[in-house]
C-alpha cells in the first residue's frame, strides 16, 4: 500500500495539472498549485478507525499528504494539539460552546510547524539541498529548524521588527538571517533575488511551493477528528497569507470526498487586525481578489500581509461556507490576549487573540449565535511575544511591601 496517494498538481487559477514529483513553484500563471490525490482509492485504503490507532501528530494522515516515503519523513513530534473547551470567556462572550484549538503547544511555538514539517519532507524528499524564505518571523523559524533537522541549508530574510526569538531560532539552526529594514515583501525581494544564485535551493516563500499548504492543512483534519468526525458551525482564523484557512477548507472537502464527513461547511471566518486588513476590505466590497493597504502595521506581527498570493482563495473558502471576514484593532486583540490568561490560563499569542477579540463583535452583531459552536484557531504560544505584556502597565507593576489581602 503507497504511503502518500499524491497524484498530481493543480494550478488554482486554470485547474491544469502538473508532475507532481519534479520540484515545484507556482503554475505558469503564478498562482498556487493545489497538491491533489486519489481520493477514491484512499478510500479503500484506510478508515477513520485506522486512523485512531496511529500516533498522535499529523503524519497520522500519511495518505493525503505529499510524502511519498516514510524514511522522508522529519518530524519533531508536531500535530495533534488539544481542541479545548473555553467555558469562562464563551461564556461571557455569548458563545458557550467555544473551543480553542491550542496551536501554541507544537514545535517551534507556532502553527508554522506543521507547514514547515511536510514542506521540508518533501523538498527532502525532491533533492533540494537548501530552502529560502522570506517571513514575518514564525515561518522562517520553523522552516530553519526542521531544515537542520533534515540536513537541508536554509536562507531567511525577515522584517527587522520581527519578534527577535524568531530570529534567534534561525540564528541557532545554523541559518542564514538576513534582517531587512521594511515588510515581508522586501524580504521576498531579496530572496527571490538570491535563489538562482545559489545551487540546489528552492525558493518557500507562501504558496510558492505546494507543500506547505499540505501541512497546515492537517488542522482541518485534526478539528474533523477531534469532534468525532463532524464540522463545527464556525471556525475563526487569524489571517496573514492565509495558508491555514485555505488549508482547512482544502482538507474539508476533501474528507467529503472521502466520505469521513457528511455535506455540512462550518462558515469560515478571516480575522485580520486594522492595521492591516486587505482580505477584510476585499470581502466588505465583495471582490475576489484583495487590494494591498498603503501602510501595514501590527502588534499581531505573523498577520502583516498586505498582498497574499493565495487572497482569492480565501476569499473563495470565505464566500463558499458563508464565513465573514472581520478586522480588530492592536487593542482590542492586547484586551482579548489578558481576558483570556485571565479566565482561561492560556497565554495565547497576539494573532490568536484576534480571534478571541473578533469573537465578541460577531455576537454582538448576531452574526454568532448563542447556540453556535465556535473553534478559534490560537496559531501560537504566548510566550514567543513576551513584549506584549507590559510590565510597567498599573496593574501588573507591584513592589514591596505585600499587602494582606
Ligand atoms: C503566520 C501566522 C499567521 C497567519 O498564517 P497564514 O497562514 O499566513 O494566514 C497567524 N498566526 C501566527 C502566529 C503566524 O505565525
Given at each position: 500500500m503507497?504511503?502518500?496517494f499524491?497524484?498530481?498538481?493543480?494550478c488554482?487559477r486554470?485547474?491544469?495539472?502538473?508532475?507532481?514529483?519534479?520540484?515545484?513553484?507556482?503554475?505558469?500563471?503564478?498562482?498556487?498549485?493545489?497538491?491533489?490525490?486519489?481520493?477514491?482509492?484512499?478510500?479503500?485504503?484506510?478508515t477513520?478507525?485506522?486512523i485512531a490507532?496511529?500516533?498522535?501528530?499529523?503524519?497520522r494522515y500519511?495518505?493525503?499528504?505529499p510524502?511519498?516515503?516514510p524514511?522522508?519523513?522529519?518530524?519533531?513530534?508536531?500535530?495533534?494539539?488539544?481542541?479545548?473547551p473555553?467555558?469562562?470567556?464563551?461564556?461571557?462572550?455569548?458563545?458557550p460552546?467555544?473551543?480553542?484549538?491550542?496551536?501554541?503547544?507544537?514545535?517551534?511555538?507556532?502553527?508554522k510547524?506543521r507547514?514547515?514539517?511536510v514542506?521540508?519532507s518533501?523538498?527532502?524528499?525532491?533533492?533540494?539541498?537548501?530552502i529560502?524564505?522570506?517571513?514575518?518571523?514564525n515561518?522562517?523559524?520553523?522552516?530553519?529548524?526542521?531544515?537542520?533537522?533534515?540536513?537541508l541549508?536554509?536562507?531567511i530574510a525577515?522584517?527587522?521588527d520581527?519578534?527577535?526569538?524568531?530570529?534567534?531560532?534561525?540564528q541557532?539552526?545554523?541559518?542564514?538571517?538576513?534582517?531587512?529594514?521594511?515588510l515581508?515583501?522586501?524580504a521576498?525581494?531579496?530572496?527571490?533575488?538570491?535563489v538562482?544564485?545559489?545551487?540546489?535551493?528552492?525558493?518557500?516563500?507562501?504558496?510558492?511551493?505546494?507543500?506547505?499548504?499540505?501541512?497546515?492543512?492537517?488542522?482541518g483534519?485534526?478539528?474533523?477528528?477531534?469532534?468525532?468526525?463532524?464540522v463545527?458551525?464556525?471556525?475563526?482564523?487569524p489571517?496573514?497569507?492565509?495558508?491555514?484557512?485555505?488549508?482547512?477548507?482544502k482538507?474539508?472537502?476533501?474528507?467529503?470526498?472521502?466520505?469521513?464527513?457528511?455535506?455540512?461547511?462550518?462558515?469560515?471566518v478571516?480575522?485580520?487586525?486594522?492595521?492591516?486588513?486587505?482580505?477584510?476590505?476585499?470581502?466588505?466590497r465583495?471582490a475576489?481578489?484583495?487590494?494591498?493597504?498603503?501602510?501595514?502595521?501590527?502588534v499581531?506581527?505573523?498577520?502583516?500581509?498586505?498582498?497574499?498570493?493565495?487572497?482569492?482563495?480565501?476569499?473563495?473558502?470565505?464566500?463558499?461556507t458563508e464565513?465573514t471576514a472581520?478586522?480588530?484593532?492592536d487593542?482590542?486583540?492586547?484586551?482579548a490576549?489578558?481576558e483570556?490568561?485571565?479566565l482561561?490560563?492560556?497565554?495565547?499569542?497576539p494573532?490568536?487573540?484576534?480571534?478571541?477579540?473578533?469573537?465578541?463583535?460577531?455576537?454582538?452583531s448576531?452574526?454568532?449565535?448563542?447556540?453556535?459552536e465556535?473553534?478559534?484557531?490560537?496559531?501560537?504560544?504566548?510566550?514567543?511575544?513576551?513584549?506584549?505584556?507590559?510590565?510597567?502597565?498599573?496593574?501588573?507593576?507591584r513592589?514591596?511591601p505585600?499587602?494582606?489581602d
Open positions: 503507497p504511503f502518500s499524491l497524484s498530481h498538481l493543480e488554482s486554470t485547474g491544469a495539472r502538473f508532475d507532481a514529483d519534479a520540484v515545484s513553484g507556482t503554475s505558469p500563471e503564478g498562482a498556487p498549485l493545489l497538491a491533489r490525490y486519489d481520493l477514491e482509492r484512499v478510500r479503500g485504503a484506510v477513520p478507525g485506522d490507532a496511529r500516533p498522535p501528530d499529523l503524519w500519511h495518505e493525503v499528504l510524502v511519498r516515503s524514511e522522508h519523513v522529519v518530524t519533531l513530534g508536531e500535530g495533534m494539539t488539544p481542541l479545548l473555553m467555558r469562562n470567556y464563551g461564556g461571557r462572550a455569548g458563545v460552546r467555544l473551543l480553542m484549538k491550542d496551536e501554541g503547544l507544537i514545535p517551534t511555538g507556532s502553527f510547524a507547514g514547515a514539517a514542506g521540508v518533501r523538498a527532502a524528499e525532491l533533492g533540494v539541498r537548501g529560502a524564505m522570506p517571513t514575518n518571523g515561518a522562517g523559524a520553523a522552516w530553519a529548524l526542521y531544515a537542520a533537522r533534515a540536513g541549508a536554509g536562507l525577515m522584517p527587522a520581527a519578534p527577535p526569538i524568531t530570529m534567534k531560532e534561525c541557532v539552526s545554523g541559518a542564514d538571517l538576513y534582517r531587512v529594514d521594511g515581508i515583501g522586501d521576498g525581494k531579496l530572496v527571490a533575488a538570491a538562482p544564485e545559489r545551487n540546489g535551493y528552492q525558493e518557500v516563500s507562501t504558496l510558492k511551493e505546494p507543500y506547505r499548504l499540505e501541512g497546515k492543512k492537517t488542522m483534519y485534526e478539528i474533523a477528528e477531534q469532534l468525532g468526525w463532524r463545527p458551525d464556525v471556525i475563526l482564523y489571517t496573514g497569507g492565509g495558508v491555514g484557512i485555505i488549508g482547512i477548507y482538507a474539508i472537502l476533501e474528507m467529503q470526498e472521502l466520505g469521513w464527513l457528511g455535506p455540512k461547511l462550518p462558515r469560515l478571516a480575522v485580520q487586525a486594522t492595521g492591516c486588513a486587505p482580505i477584510v476590505d476585499a470581502f466588505e465583495g475576489r481578489e484583495s487590494v494591498p493597504p498603503a501602510d501595514a502595521r501590527t499581531a506581527f505573523g498577520i502583516t500581509v498586505p498582498k497574499a498570493l493565495g487572497d482569492f482563495l480565501v476569499l473563495d473558502a470565505v464566500y463558499a464565513g472581520v478586522a480588530v484593532t487593542e482590542e486583540l492586547l484586551d490576549q489578558r483570556l490568561a485571565r482561561e490560563g492560556a497565554f495565547i499569542c494573532e490568536g487573540a484576534a480571534c478571541f477579540a473578533a469573537l465578541g463583535k460577531l455576537r454582538e448576531n452574526w454568532l449565535g448563542e447556540e453556535d465556535v473553534v478559534v484557531l490560537n496559531t501560537g504560544a504566548g510566550i514567543k511575544y513576551p513584549e506584549t505584556v507590559d510590565l510597567d502597565a498599573p496593574l501588573l507593576a513592589t514591596e505585600i499587602p494582606s
